[in-house]
């Protein structure tokens, strides 16, 4: 069992900056894949970032393609996400979760956090 506790969401004004964290427990963090994902109001949970078990390889998003960064710390069980040039469409609950496999592209996910707020006002 893994839990996932996501931070560092709030309001931020549009060009702004907001690093968001995911704190792991357990010891699988540093073998699997971890990725992070969004909700608008009233819109499907849609893919943002993913990287794998070493951070070796990314993947991210076209909408956020030049403006996200996905990084992980293994040795502190913590995943990132570095959101530069926010534009109020990137407005949405985000979520970290892990992956069923070390690497990229990964087919399944589980283990999701609750969340975090991100509001970016225009």
């Known amino acids: 069992q893994v839990q996932l506790v996501e931070s560092g969401g709030g309001l931020v004004q549009a060009g702004g900056s907001l690093r968001l964290s995911c704190a792991a427990s357990g010891r699988t963090f540093s073998v699997v894949a971890m990725g992070w994902f969004r909700q608008a109001p009233g819109k499907e949970r849609e893919f943002v970032a993913a990287?794998?078990?070493?951070?070796?390889?990314?993947q991210l998003a076209g909408s956020v393609k030049g403006r996200f960064t996905v990084s992980r710390d293994n040795a502190k069980n913590t995943l990132y996400l570095q959101m530069n040039s926010l534009k109020p469409e990137d407005t949405a609950v985000y979520y970290c979760?892990?992956?069923?496999?070390?690497?990229?592209?990964?087919?399944?996910?589980?283990?999701w956090g609750p969340g975090t707020q991100v509001t970016v006002s225009s």
């Open positions: 990287i794998s078990w070493n951070g070796g390889t990314t």
């Open positions: 979760a892990v992956g069923t496999r070390s690497t990229l592209p990964v087919d399944g996910w589980h283990y």
